[in-house]
């Protein structure tokens, strides 16, 4: 986002990836606000730091948002805690770590809560409100559009839990939230307009289904703990390996029996009712189109299917729609633990011996996955900018979803060159959704080699067929890092080429590439 912001490029559009076609980042977790929010740190510092930042934030950001919408209704502020990391350090959450624009979570309860007050409250201005919603969601929509639309899912359903609810006291509120609504709506829309024009009818849009495969929460998710927690039995986390969904949906069993006692002994409370019936209906989302018990598909109808057949939603993963699950099962544990605390004596040591056991088995596991960013000297030292300036470069190991390396490396180049390839949703031929670049000879070439299989014999017709490519790609010079089978793809390249390449700070350069049409002639053997 610095980078475009500067340059004066599309802040939406980019073809520093699989050039010269381009990438359309609405279609992509691109993170376009927090990048532009970050801008002065990515700057100074690189985008790792700025990336393991946001890893950081995303945990408590997350909780303390959850805090702030469970405070609403829970007065107690340790209470109001214990739900926020309920949700903040949830399975769900955290399984998404590597996935920001899931993690990134902390406008969810927010929204939620705006929503709350428009329908329920109003006790400040209907503009305001209508505005901070439509700001929220705005937001949202550039930081994670596929969050957005789960927290609509589940809004969609605390509007008519809410209306139908409350059937007899609409008379004087349904001005105020109208009012409120077109506020949100055309705020939200000032900010939208744009990223979705993009994504719906821009370049390198898609059409159909992003998803490659079924990702649904199994039943047994929810009682069965995977290695993201402290306490994991190992035959459990070895079962919960095989889930389609992971353990995204786990809550333990005590928190699971303290729901079950907070609906069976407050359901007179409203906010207990409509809390448990957003926790069932995100729940029974969150199993998917089909109900999946112990990694096997019973074939048992879920209302997910519904949704598979209206448009744009088949794109969202099903199992994610724990960590809305995970936000409503902290607010009711938080209702649960204040409401006894404030009965004294005894029960305070209850609610403490409570605590402990529901919140052990979510405690998370100590073991966090990291690996050491070893970029070579050329891209980050001076040696990167004797290329030409926004010049075409073919990086190898060829980036595709398997091997996103490469883009590291550009990043910290500060963006100085292109290159075909790279990991990213982008359309087919017929513009149907493909993770990474159409395959291409020399991509296909490429891979076969990083994956230890013998390099394609360098036929003339293969030779043309590579000399396609790299006319096409507009190759401006070839950079071999670091990489499985380095040597062979170095053999490969010199024959390719017709010469060695230099060795600089790390790399195997070769600067103004022609592909040799005709192999070397061999020297002749002496009489």
């Known amino acids: 986002m610095p980078f475009a912001l500067e340059r004066g490029h599309d802040l939406l559009v980019t073809h520093h990836l699989n050039y010269p076609d381009g990438v359309n980042l609405m279609w992509n977790t691109s993170l376009v606000l927090p990048g532009l929010l970050l801008g002065p740190l990515t700057t100074r510092m690189g985008p790792v730091l700025s990336f393991n930042l946001l890893l950081v934030l995303a945990f408590g950001l997350s909780s303390w948002c959850a805090y702030l919408a469970i405070r609403r209704f829970v007065p107690g502020h340790l209470a109001a805690t214990v739900g926020g990391l309920v949700y903040g350090f949830s399975p769900a959450v955290r399984g998404q770590v590597g996935h920001l624009h899931m993690s990134l979570a902390f406008l969810v309860p927010l929204l939620l809560l705006a929503l709350h007050h428009l329908l329920v409250d109003q006790r400040r201005p209907p503009l305001l409100v209508g505005a901070a919603l439509g700001l929220m969601a705005g937001c949202q929509l550039l930081i994670g559009e596929e969050l957005l639309a789960m927290t609509g899912l589940l809004g ?71 290695l993201q927690q402290e306490i994991a039995p190992r035959a459990a986390a070895e079962r919960v390996r095989r889930f389609a969904g992971g353990n995204s949906a786990y809550l333990g069993i005590p928190l699971l029996l303290v729901l079950a006692a907070i609906g ?95 919140l052990a088995p979510l405690w998370p596991s100590g073991n966090v996955i990291a690996e050491q960013v070893t970029t070579p000297a050329f891209f980050t030292g001076p040696a990167v900018r004797q290329l030409p300036r926004d010049g075409v470069s073919l990086v190898l190991p060829f980036p595709n979803p398997a091997i996103s390396l490469p883009m590291t490396w550009q990043a910290e180049a500060d963006l100085w060159f292109r ?70 793809m170095v053999r490969f390249l010199t024959e390719l080429l017709g010469r060695p390449p230099e060795v600089v700070d790390g790399v195997q350069l070769w600067r103004d590439p022609v592909v040799a049409l005709e192999p070397p002639a061999r020297p002749s053997r002496p009489a």
């Open 264 to 358: 069976f002994r407050w359901w007179s409370r409203a906010v207990v009712r409509v809390a448990l019936a957003l926790l069932v209906a995100s729940a029974v989302l969150s199993l998917g189109p089909t109900l999946l018990v112990g990694g096997r598909d019973t074939g048992i109808w879920l209302p997910w299917s519904l949704f598979e057949r209206l448009p744009l939603l088949p794109n969202l993963i099903p199992s994610r729609l724990a960590q809305l699950t995970a936000l409503f099962a902290g607010l009711l544990l938080a209702l649960f633990l204040h409401a006894v605390w404030r009965q004294g004596g005894w029960r305070r040591l209850a609610v403490a011996a409570v605590g402990l056991v529901v």
């Open 156 to 226: 969609l359903v605390l509007f008519l839990l809410l209306v139908l609810g409350n059937l007899r006291r609409l008379q004087g509120r349904v001005a105020y939230a109208l009012t409120a609504l077109l506020a949100a709506a055309a705020v939200f829309a000032a900010v939208a307009a744009w990223p979705l024009s993009v994504q719906l009818s821009g370049p390198q849009r898609v059409d159909g289904d992003i998803q490659e495969r079924n990702r649904s929460n199994d039943l047994q998710g929810y009682v069965l703990p995977s």
């Open 419 to 488: 290159m075909p390839g790279g990991y990213f949703i982008g359309p087919t031929p017929d513009g149907r959704p493909r993770f990474g670049p159409n395959p291409s000879p020399g991509s296909r070439a490429f891979y076969r080699i990083y994956r230890g299989l013998p390099p394609p014999p360098l036929t003339a017709a293969r030779r043309r067929l590579l000399a396609g490519d790299f006319v096409r790609w507009r190759v401006g010079s070839v950079v071999v890092g670091p990489m499985p089978n380095q040597a062979v």
